[in-house]
């Protein structure tokens, strides 16, 4: 199980941390993936962090503003978001890879999600 936290309305240049809470298993098991869809677009991965990997692949458009980080003992994974633009409005999700890999899958292939987390950013 994954809940999520943390959306809003920001304006643009401001920063947000979006929060995935996770039950039932640990980081070191499965990468998470964060996702992004905006109105009218397809789910879009944003990052995906992997403990086994040591590392967070993020998409180019957010490289440079966006920072994932974990914190064991809260079994958490924080999404900060950083120099926010319009675009980046959208609701944001996290889900559990299907191993402890970033997989790339699309998300279709992706079966255990967060709730969602809408986030807007004001020009």
């Known amino acids: 199980q994954l809940a999520e936290s943390g959306g809003g309305l920001v304006q643009a240049g401001g920063s947000l941390r979006l929060s995935c809470a996770a039950s039932?298993?640990?980081?070191?098991?499965?990468?998470i993936t964060w996702f992004r869809q905006a109105p009218g677009k397809e789910r879009e991965e944003v990052a995906c962090f992997s403990v086994k990997e040591g590392s967070t692949n993020y998409a180019d458009s957010v490289k440079g503003r966006f920072a994932v980080s974990s914190d064991n003992a809260k079994n958490t994974v924080y999404l900060q978001m950083n120099s926010l633009k319009a675009d980046d409005t959208a609701v944001y999700y996290c889900?559990?890879?299907?191993?402890?890999?970033?997989?790339?899958?699309?998300?279709?292939?992706?079966?255990?999600w967060g709730q969602g987390a809408l986030v807007t950013v004001s020009s």
């Open positions: 889900a559990v890879d299907e191993g402890p890999y970033c997989s790339g899958s699309s998300a279709e292939y992706f079966e255990v």
């Open positions: 039932g298993f640990t980081f070191d098991s499965y990468a």
